[in-house]
């Protein structure tokens, strides 16, 4: 296996493709999947929107009372995968997950538009809804409530950055051999080298 060492890290590489998708990618360019585990081994998988990306980490933002913020809570170690159809690639994502600053998610909420904030308040995500009445009657709720000013954010809504050690790129190639290349922190630094397809 032949290893390089880098001064780069492959975070810029993941914003370049994501530049690139927002031009060609039609629906969602920054939709990516997160893969966590819970206390018993027991992973499950969602979608969720990339809002943030620099070289700490990459950010997203939900619920704090949520399946996934129970999950990182017990387990931060998470896998995140991005795919552009329009582009064939992917890019694969292992990390640690952690809760962004409150001045980090206070910012990123007030850019969020003004229905989205009510909704945040009104939703208990991933908690049991007892009809779709239940659930409007709370939008109206902190709709009154909030109905002067600015909407705050809930201290049951904010972001985690996951810290990336190990990267992968992939990029189809005709007859199947595909291109691979894989980024590892190690000590610190990254390192990289391609995989069989
Ligand atoms: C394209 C797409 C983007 C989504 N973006 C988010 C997001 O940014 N944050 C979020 O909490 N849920 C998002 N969701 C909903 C999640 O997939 C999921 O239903 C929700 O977060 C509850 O997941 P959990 O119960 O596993 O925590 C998105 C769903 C789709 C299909």
Redesign the pocket.
């Known amino acids: 296996m032949s290893v390089s060492a880098h001064g780069a890290s492959p975070i810029a590489q993941i914003g370049e493709w994501l530049k690139e998708a927002e031009k060609k990618e039609a629906l969602?360019p920054a939709?990516m999947s997160v893969a966590t585990v819970d206390a018993d081994g027991r992973p499950?998988l969602?979608?969720?929107?990339l809002r943030g990306i620099d070289e700490r980490g990459l950010v997203?933002?939900?619920?704090l009372g949520?399946?996934?913020?129970a999950d990182i809570r017990v387990n931060p170690y998470v896998a995140l995968c991005l795919h552009w159809k329009s582009m064939t690639r992917q890019v694969r994502v292992e990390g640690r997950a952690s809760q962004v600053s409150d001045a980090e998610a206070d910012a990123y909420f007030a850019s969020r538009p003004r229905d989205s904030q009510i909704g945040a308040w009104a939703s208990k995500?991933?908690q049991v809804l007892e009809g779709r009445f239940a659930l409007e009657a709370r939008v109206a709720k902190y709709a009154a409530r909030h109905a002067i000013g600015t909407v705050p954010r809930p201290d049951f809504w904010s972001g985690f950055r996951v810290v990336p050690e190990h990267v992968e790129f992939w990029e189809d190639r005709p007859f199947r051999l595909h291109e691979r290349t894989v980024w590892d922190l190690v000590d610190g630094v990254w390192q990289s080298h391609k995989l069989y397809p």
Do not use: I
């Open positions: 969602e939709a499950s969602r979608m969720v929107l997203f933002y939900t619920n949520s399946r996934k913020a995500q991933s």
